[in-house]
Nanobody, 124 residues
């Protein structure tokens, strides 16, 4: 069993920055790909970013490229999402998730463990 706990959300003005963290329990963290998703009110959960087991490969949805950076520290069992130049349309609940494989990381069905989410609100 893996538990994922997100933190770091909050209210920021447009143009501001936040860093989300996701702490994982269990022994499988370093062998798992990790992803960040978000869900705005009334919308489906969408892919934001993902990172491979060793951190050598990263993936982003087009709307966050150049503004968000995903990283991981396997010694700390933690994955991060640095978010810069935030926009009101980034407002959502952000979830981290764990996947056993590298393929299909943009799809929610690829992930077998999810955190409870952390709210990010960007004011205009």
């Amino acid at each position: 069993q893996v538990q994922l706990v997100e933190s770091g959300g909050g209210l920021v003005p447009a143009g501001g920055s936040l860093r989300l963290s996701c702490a994982a329990s269990g022994r499988t963290f370093s062998s798992s790909s990790m992803g960040w998703f978000r869900q705005a009110p009334g919308k489906e959960r969408e892919f934001v970013a993902a990172i491979s087991r060793g951190g050598g490969s990263t993936y982003y949805t087009d709307s966050v490229k150049g503004r968000f950076t995903i990283s991981r520290d396997n010694a700390k069992n933690t994955v991060y999402l640095q978010m810069n130049s935030l926009k009101p349309e980034d407002t959502a609940v952000y979830y981290c998730a764990s996947a056993p494989n590298l393929g299909g990381l943009t799809r929610t069905g690829t992930y077998n463990y999810w955190g409870q989410g952390t709210q990010v609100t960007v004011s205009s």
